[in-house]
């Protein structure tokens, strides 16, 4: 029970590095990366660093440019950010726009290779952004009918944003992307937390915009002449979604699939791992020692157990945390611990349950000394464990059918055995028995009153 | 063993289980058909009328159970005993009720299942450890102190004192003999206990039976 939450077989520590798939959520840091956003300088000195520009994994906000550059010339982070927004509003998002093309042409940190590369090699992202590009345009169409220059002239920058983010989204490695995903999960919330929510939002949208659009129409054209090239304009915009709308949809679509499949394959990486840190590695163990039968078969047992309490509990391999928290687990705990390191099956029969107090732990302590000195003396290959809950007590019962032993003439290492488990359960006010008799095996009887408090709970 | 082999019939789902069991049984036992689906089985059955049917409690179209209740009624000399690799309480105690004479698991050795075969064959009802721990937490959720329902047949719906005993040492790994010798009563009284607590398990229609399978399957 002192054992961490995540106890494994000790053959399985060196297993880390096979480990695949998971993305790294778990913020795993590259070993050979510098602490960049420990490069911090009093004010006014520039001091350039030494080696290439690699946007970092940790301490960025959005792409992780501006903490580049900020290790670069040896600036705060702060200060690089707000310089970098300041002049992306002067320069009506020109700014905004080199942030995503620098995005793309500075690797990670770690890597050699930037997403540009990638990204000109990826023919459905290129779709993706002539799609983009194809919408923008008759946007900018309508701003110059409507004279709303001011839109015409972020169109730019926008075309050369978003055709960056969809190439960046679409190629980037999986960290990264787990990375953009957390970033984005507060924005995407607004469209998942509930329909009724969406609906207000776009709602209240849309009356801002209609209302917006009327009161312009009004306010400027009271000459009712004038709205004729509005039903011009109405008219070449249903010629351009008639044309163009099926594609804008089916690259829409593509956009849902691309995000299902990728939800799809990061489950079965899941998955994956799951499996191979689990059973894959059970089986080459077993496969290594198809010599010794009793081993394989404590190997398949534990196996089979583990993937059991997967598959029809949701506990995922490798974690027994909460079990230990009550008699059932803690039982459980021992049987997986004897089979593991002695080699020997445990049949388990439960019958009720309770949480763990001090009295309990000293008999499982108990328990698990009569069945680990069991698994080493008897030669059986199956101990039995039986314990049971009553209301105003537990037992447990540990079973041999090995060799056992004439009580009368035990030898020093078994009279050991008896002398330490009756004491621990004695000086917690247990009663403990052991009967044995050559040839048929050892039986091992603990009994533990339960405190009151505890059977009136139950 | 009985003077002449009894005849029996699988259903599992897997066939390499199958193939496995039927190695196992040997000449001991007269393998006269097998089955991998409910479907299939209850028409195999109902053409050889074997002995002992082994019974896989989960099966893709339906479950054990589902093979039991619908052969039952037509042939009641037909015996099934349950077989499975399943930990699931529920399901175990679901197939036991719709009539199966006993349950064993998938891990049993060669020779005990061939002694179980025999058992079942010859009458007799077949407890694993297993099947004594659950049957015990069963009918324990009613007999505390704390119990509430007046149960409407006390003589069903309750194990008496005799039984849990029986019952509490086969959970321990004791055979019959050993049980026996125990409580210093004969092999065929522990026998007659079992198939007690065998009848009351079916029978029974307790709440706290019902209620007790609700919860296993919540926790």
Known sequence: MEEPAGWRPPWETARAAGRSGAPADDGSRDPGQPPWHFRRHGPGRWSWASGPLR????????????????AKIGRDVTTVRIILVVAAVLTGGFVAAAYVVAWMLIPMAGTEHNLARKALADRRGLALVAGLWSVLIVVRILASAFKAGWLGSLIFPLAIAGAGLVLIWRNAPEDEQAMMRRQA????????????????????????????????????????????????????????????????????????????????????????????????????????????PQQVVALARAQERELRSWLFDGRPPGSIGDQAMTLAGGVRLIQQDVEAQHGVAVEVVLVGDCPLDDDLTALLAAAREATVNAAKWSGASVISIFAEVEPAEVSVFVRDRGKGFDPETVPADRKGLAESVRARMARRGG????????????????????????ASQA | MSDTRPRVFIVDDHGLFRSGVRSELGHDVEVVGEADDVAPAIAGIHECLPDVVLLDVHLPGGGGQAVVTALKPEHPEVRFLALSASDAPEDVIAVIRAGAR??????????????????????????????????????????????????????LDQLTGREREVLRLIARGYTYKEIARELFISVKTVETHVSSVLRKLQLSTRHQLARWATERRLA
């Not at chain 1, 969406?198 to 004038?226: F, P, Q, Y």
């Not at chain 1, 009663?431 to 505890?454: C, D, F, H, Q, Y």
């Open chain 1, 55 to 70: 946007r970092p994994r940790e301490d960025r906000l959005v792409g992780g440019v501006a903490a580049a550059i900020a």
């Open chain 1, 185 to 292: 999960q507060p924005l995407l919330g607004l469209t998942t937390r509930s329909r009724r929510t969406g609906l207000i939002l776009r709602l209240t949208v849309a009356v801002i915009l209609l209302a917006g659009g009327i009161a312009a129409l009004g306010s400027a054209h009271e000459n009712i002449a004038l709205l004729q090239p509005l039903a011009g304009v109405a008219l070449l915009i249903s010629a351009i979604v008639v044309l163009l709308g099926p594609w804008w949809l089916r690259i829409a679509r593509d956009l849902v699939v691309e995000r299902q499949a990728r939800v799809r394959a990061e489950e079965r990486a899941d998955i994956a791992s799951r499996v191979h840190d689990s059973v894959l590695q059970t089986l080459a163990l077993i496969q290594r020692r198809a010599d010794q």
């Open chain 1, 431 to 454: 009663k403990a028995a052991i009967r044995s008799a050559p040839g048929e095996g050892t039986e091992v009887s603990l009994t533990m009153r339960r405190n009151v408090t505890e």
């Open chain 2, 102 to 155: 006993g349950y064993v698991t998938k891990t049993i050795s060669g020779a005990e299942l061939v002694d179980a075969v025999h058992r079942v064959a010859a009458g007799d009802v077949v407890f694993s450890p297993r099947l004594a721990g659950f049957v015990l937490d069963a009918f324990a959720s009613g007999s505390g102190p704390g119990q509430q329902q007046p149960s409407l047949d006390p003589e």
